[in-house]
């Protein structure tokens, strides 16, 4: 009885051997199995993460490109912006040295019905023109000279606009306008 336990334990060690060396066979394989599909996977991982470092890149390229465009344009338009005021303050500057010095004169068309009585027509042209109007009456040098600054604030505000107009077509995408609800 001892030599079958002795044989049947050498048969179950052996048993025991080759359970062992399959269980390692299978962890070895599985293993390698697992490493190429951890790697399979970290190489797509990478690349999915380079395509988007890529397209964030030409975002960020385009972007810059649009913001460059943006800073020119708005260059551009504050250099014309400039241009147009400094030739509008000087179109006032020459017409008030005009009004100054006598080259000019500001005047005023009178009511006509006060002056000839017959509805603003005039029944015969002056014998020094033919302009069938009312008669004018000159304004006073300084008079003169505080319209033309009113007129001359009003030109550098409608300048203004026209350039805060043409700044937020340009940003807005020159969008049409929707009526209000």
């Not at 060690?13 to 060396?21: E, K, R, S, T």
């Not at 147009?84 to 303050?89: F, G, H, I, Q």
């Not at 033919?130 to 000159?138: L, T």
């Amino acid at each position: 009885m001892k030599l079958d336990a002795v044989k049947w334990g050498g048969v179950l060690l052996i048993i025991l051997g080759l359970m062992a060396g399959s269980a390692w066979a299978a962890w070895a394989w599985q293993a390698n199995t697992y490493g190429q599909q951890l790697a399979t996977k970290e190489v797509a991982h990478q690349t999915m993460l380079t395509n988007l470092a890529n397209a964030n890149a030409a975002l960020v390229l385009n972007e810059q490109g649009k913001r460059l465009a943006l800073e020119q344009w708005l260059a551009a338009s504050d250099q014309a912006h400039y241009r147009a005021l400094t030739d509008e303050k000087t179109k006032q500057a020459r017409l008030r040295d005009r009004l100054a010095t006598a080259d000019l004169r500001l005047s005023v068309q009178l009511a006509g019905t006060a002056a000839n009585g017959c509805d603003g027509m005039q029944a015969t042209t002056s014998p020094g023109g033919v302009v069938h109007a009312g008669p004018r009456v000159e304004l006073d040098p300084a008079h003169a000279q505080r319209i033309i600054g009113i007129t001359g604030d009003g030109d550098e505000g409608l300048t203004a606009l026209a350039a805060c107009q043409a700044y937020v077509r340009a940003v807005g995408g020159d969008r049409p306008r929707q009526a209000p609800p």
